[in-house]
């Protein structure tokens, strides 16, 4: 820095100037502040930079934290809730009448059931039990429990089931609707021994969820369906939509079978087999599908009014399921 010449002549200073010259300098710094308020190579902030001087946070962070637990508590679906519900059709179901027992024990026998069962490829099947629809347990819910007891959950064969019939509350506060059957399925994926990858879902999406957003607890069902391994067999198992067929239940109901369908068209890697049942006649849900896909038990079914024979399920299912089981062992081995 140069000395000032003390023989420089003095001069008169211009008050109005040596202000203006105060609020360039003061400009001057809060720009250089604004500059440096974000070190290029570090990435650490200046302590009391401006907000409006910071970079916004980016969409990839925000989507980053969302994690397992936090999902869950979202979900609001206890993981104990399907075992619990499953044990108590298993128990109750033995208090049906002969004549539903009966009944039963034809849709096991039908061709179309062990046909749904083990084709090696994705197949949804409607079973119209046309038994009395108002029963909270019928001869579907009997089957559909011994199917998802022997069934189990072993290697690639994964099941999940929603009983329709124990989840009609109609209190406001109630979870129970048709976006509750697809946060339990969700609840039942998260259950299992896979590091899911949660990426996709922001903290706006977690509170979607959490308010019961029935488009964005599907689009996650969808997500996490789709990370599942190859050539799994993923059985979805829901008892009962003539309950949700009722008016209450019927709107999102039928958005929600939809979403189950095209899920399955758009999993080319993964064999879902959906079973779909109705203690009576389903009224609506058919309309969604081929009538292939539809097997209605006759009111009457014949039989000897011998019950329900657990010799008979398993010399019929039996069989399918150790077919199936050793299916799955081959994919593996070979995978």
Not at 152 to 171: K, P
Not at 225 to 236: A, G, I, S
Not at 284 to 311: H, M, N, Y
Request: some cysteine; aromatic content about 6%; proline content about 5%.
């Amino acid at each position: 820095m140069q000395s000032k010449d003390p023989q420089e002549p003095q001069t008169n200073k211009d008050p109005g100037m040596e202000e203006a010259n105060k609020r360039d300098l003061s400009t001057g710094v809060g720009e250089a502040v604004a500059q440096l308020s974000l070190n290029p190579s570090t990435g650490s902030t200046i302590r009391g930079t401006p907000s409006s001087a910071l970079p916004a946070e980016s969409e990839k962070t925000k989507n980053s934290v969302v994690r397992q637990p936090s999902l869950l508590s979202a979900l609001r679906s206890s993981p104990d809730v399907p075992q619990k519900d499953l044990k108590r059709c298993l128990s109750m179901c033995t208090s049906l009448s002969l004549a539903d027992q009966d009944r039963a024990i034809w849709i096991m026998q039908s061709p179309r059931l062990l046909e749904w069962l083990n084709a090696p490829r994705s197949l949804t099947l409607l079973i119209n039990g046309n038994g009395e629809s108002n029963d909270m347990f019928s001869s579907t819910t009997l089957l559909s429990a011994k199917l998802l007891e022997c069934l189990g959950q072993t290697g690639r064969i994964i099941s999940h089931h929603f009983f329709c019939s124990l989840h009609t509350s109609s209190s406001a506060s109630s979870k129970d609707d048709a976006t509750g059957l697809v946060k339990s399925f969700v609840c039942q994926l998260l259950t299992r021994d896979m590091s899911w990858d949660l990426s996709f879902l922001s903290q706006k999406h977690l509170e979607e969820i959490g308010s019961g957003d029935l488009e964005t607890t599907c689009m996650l069902f969808r997500k996490l369906v789709q990370q599942m391994p190859n050539k799994t067999f993923l059985f979805w198992v829901v008892d009962g939509i003539n309950y949700y067929e009722r008016s209450q239940w019927r709107p999102d109901f039928l958005k929600v079978i939809p979403e189950l369908l095209e899920i399955i068209r758009g999993c080319n890697d993964v064999i879902i087999k959906l079973l779909l049942t109705c203690h009576g006649k389903s009224s609506f849900v058919k309309d969604a599908l081929e009538k292939d896909d539809i097997l209605t038990a006759p009111f009457d079914v014949g039989g000897c009014r011998q019950g329900w024979s657990e010799r008979t399920f398993q010399r019929t299912i039996g069989p399918e399921i150790e077919k199936l089981k050793a299916a799955t062992q081959n994919i593996g081995t070979m995978g």
